[in-house]
């Protein structure tokens, strides 16, 4: 269990029209003037956790040992799904019980799950709308004040998890899944270098040989970078997160192919 640091990052779907995140800062700079709080992103759609697991995927590492990172992505806030805070071997995660932590549970080390049942750590409101407000941002702060965390509730089992797919090989067609779109329209799969080899091994192509087909549309090969893409068609390499990409270059992949997140794609 990581030694808690005066750092929280946050996460939402609350964008910056509101006072949403300005109101869960407050909290927090209240309870702890010497946290540092850093921003994640407050454009995820709303109501999209899977998108929300994705973003928090990406980023959360790259962040110093006993970071607090709260995501707050909660469609069914005021009612009985239950907040939690996660502690693995290097962070503390906090985030309602609604598989947004999924990720965190199939990549982390260590994993201590418990329920935030403690009211102490929490604010009094007349509402159930706003526990990013109210029960999050207050939480997180108490762990950057050293609170320990068995004394935000009980150790719990039984968290939900989002159904995450794998890309598999079958008939030597590799089969994946649009995970995210960026603000590019870039469209970001599940695929990865590891995945291109067990097809490479089946199929005995090198990537440069491999056909990708997505919305109707089919690309030869993989090019290492954007400035090697084509401004009339798609095009195909391996993101710096090490998942296949698929692009236009100076151009939206996602207007091209007309391809939502959970589109299928298939290389062969």
């Known amino acids: 269990m990581p030694s808690a640091i005066s750092m929280i990052t946050l996460l939402t779907d609350f964008g ?26 407050h454009d995820v759609a709303p109501q999209q956790i899977e998108e929300a697991a994705y973003l928090l995927k990406s980023s959360y590492r790259y962040f ?19 907040p939690l805070l996660v ?6 995660f906090l985030a309602p019980d609604n598989g947004l932590l999924s990720y965190i549970f199939e990549e982390e080390l260590s994993v201590e799950v418990r329920a935030i049942e403690n009211k102490q750590y929490r604010l009094d409101s007349e509402g159930a709308t706003f526990d990013g407000r109210d029960l999050f941002a207050p939480a997180a702060a108490w762990l950057t004040k050293g609170q320990p965390p068995g004394s935000f509730g009980r150790l719990i089992r039984d968290y939900a998890t989002l159904p995450i797919q794998e890309p598999a090989v079958n ?3 590799l089969t994946g899944r649009i995970v995210y779109v960026d603000r590019y329209g870039n469209l970001i799969s599940n695929v ?15 990537s440069s040989e491999v056909t990708i087909r997505i919305g109707g549309a089919t690309i030869q090969g993989l090019v290492k970078a954007y400035a090697e893409g084509s401004s009339a068609s798609p095009q195909a390499l391996i993101n710096s997160n090490g998942q296949v ?9 996602a207007e ?6 959970g589109e299928k794609i298939e290389f062969f």
Not at 65 to 82: E, I, L, S
Not at 87 to 92: G, H, I, L, N, V
Not at 192 to 206: C, D, I, M, V, W
Not at 256 to 261: E, G, N, S, W
């Open 16 to 41: 910056l029209r509101d006072y949403f995140v300005a109101s869960m800062k407050g909290v927090i700079l209240n309870i702890n003037s010497q946290a540092r709080i850093v921003d994640l992103s």
């Open 64 to 82: 110093p040992d006993g970071t607090v990172h709260v995501a707050v992505v909660d469609p069914g806030v005021g009612t009985q799904r239950r």
């Open 87 to 92: 502690s693995t071997s290097r962070y503390y």
């Open 171 to 173: 008939n030597k067609t």
């Open 192 to 206: 990865t270098p590891l995945h291109l080899k067990e097809l490479q091994g089946a199929t005995r192509k090198s």
């Open 245 to 253: 990409e698929i692009f236009v270059k100076e151009g939206s992949a």
């Open 256 to 261: 091209a192919l007309k391809c939502p997140r």
